[in-house]
């Protein structure tokens, strides 16, 4: 099973930046997803998620605020996050994850699956 998370890389602020996870090995049609991101010495904090491939719910961490915006193409495997109105903040490795348990979308611990991580860098 893989999660192969890309799209990261160095923007001015105001900027967007368009992740993809895509996911192989397996179907997840009953995990939910999410991405998550990490600053050094920090936890994972979550940032968007899905509860389900076909027909489940998306949740935002409240920082996004209508900034993100996240989407799934099942036909493909691939959950993204678009990213739009990037501030400095927002600088950090983004992961992409699945949880068996989707009900618990923004705990970190509840996912048994991880991509590898993309760096996002915004610039001030």
């Known amino acids: 099973v893989q999660l192969q998370a890309s799209g990261g890389g160095l923007v001015q602020a105001g900027n967007s930046l368009r992740l993809s996870c895509v996911v192989s090995?397996?179907?997840?049609?009953?995990?939910?997803m999410g991405w998550f991101r990490q600053t050094p010495g920090e936890e994972r904090e979550f940032v968007a998620g899905?509860?389900?491939?076909?027909?489940?719910?998306?949740y935002y961490a409240n920082f996004v605020k209508g900034r993100f915006t996240l989407s799934r193409d099942t036909a493909k495997n691939t959950v993204h996050l678009q990213m739009n109105s990037l501030q400095p903040e927002d600088t950090a490795v983004y992961y992409c994850?699945?949880?068996?348990?989707?009900?618990?979308?923004?705990?970190?611990?509840?996912?048994?699956?991880w991509g590898q991580g993309t760096l996002v860098t915004v610039s001030s």
């Open positions: 090995g397996r179907t997840f049609s009953d995990y939910g």
């Open positions: 899905i509860t389900g491939w076909i027909g489940g719910s998306i």
């Open positions: 994850a699945a949880t068996p348990t989707p009900r618990y979308l923004r705990f970190a611990s509840k996912y048994n699956y």
